[in-house]
T-cell receptor, first 116, second 113 residues
Framework: DAGVIQSPRHEVTEMGQEVTLRCKPISGHDYLFWYRQTMMRGLELLIYFNNNVPIDDSGMPEDRFSAKMPNASFSTLKIQPSEPRDSAVYFC??????????????FGPGTRLTVL | GDSVTQMEGPVTLSEEAFLTINCTYT??????LFWYVQYPGEGLQLLLKATKADDKGSNKGFEATYRKETTSFHLEKGSVQVSDSAVYFCALKNTGTASKLTFGTGTRLQVTL
């Protein structure tokens, strides 16, 4: 299996621009998670989906952030407009859910976002 | 709510030294406990896990025992290598929270020759 795939790996943009991060979970996994990692705040859960439905978005920092999962093999995290304080590494992770072990999350390599 | 507390880093050790990274948790119910490792420039990987009290998780020479009486899950390794340099995260998943994990803040380990 290819594992969780994220794109792009690095993104540099200017303040005010729209940013879209993409994730392809492991095939057959029912859960998908978006995390943000910074030196100051550590690893934060932003939102997670079960069977393409958002379950908990309480970690989304503000309305500038939105996430979608149009099908089982694709999810996006969008920031519009972006701000310098959004600079971080964004991770996507997936988990098998009820069909397998619900305990283990498999992380992608992350997208390093820099907002100038 | 659920929470995980890890010892502050960075931890700096010489190769072949003994490693302990402390982790304690607060949770209702009967959580599963995990250690994840993040190597430089990579995502987190599951290192080991334990799903009930007194279970011992082990992998790659690392061990951790689920101690319900002390609400702890300390990570140990008898002899660290330079290649073990990474950030280690303790985490828990509580019953009834689907796959949602609660992570600690991470502990950076630096192993030198």
């Amino acid at each position: 299996d290819a594992g969780v795939i994220q794109s792009p790996r690095h993104e540099v943009t200017e303040m005010g621009q729209e940013v879209t991060l993409r994730c392809k979970p492991i095939s057959g996994h029912d859960y998908l998670f978006w995390y943000r990692q910074t030196m100051m705040r550590g690893l934060e859960l932003l939102i997670y989906f079960n069977n393409n439905v958002p379950i908990d978005d309480s970690g989304m920092p503000e309305d500038r952030f939105s996430a979608k999962m149009p099908n089982a093999s694709f999810s996006t995290l969008k920031i519009q407009p972006s701000e310098p304080r959004d600079s971080a590494v964004y991770f996507c992770a997936s988990s098998p859910g009820l069909a397998g072990s619900t305990d283990t999350q498999y992380f992608g390599p992350g997208t390093r976002l820099t907002v100038l | 709510g659920d929470s995980v507390t890890q010892m502050e880093g960075p931890v700096t050790l010489s190769e072949e030294a003994f490693l302990t990274i402390n982790c304690t948790y607060t949770a209702t119910g009967y959580p599963s406990l995990f250690w994840y490792v993040q190597y430089p420039g990579e995502g987190l990987q599951l290192l080991l896990k334990a799903t009930k009290a007194d279970d011992k998780g082990s992998n790659k020479g690392f061990e951790a025992t689920y101690r319900k009486e002390t609400t702890s899950f300390h990570l140990e390794k008898g002899s660290v290598q330079v290649s073990d340099s990474a950030v280690y995260f303790c985490a828990l998943k509580n019953t009834g929270t689907a796959s949602k994990l609660t992570f600690g803040t991470g502990t950076r380990l630096q192993v030198t020759l």
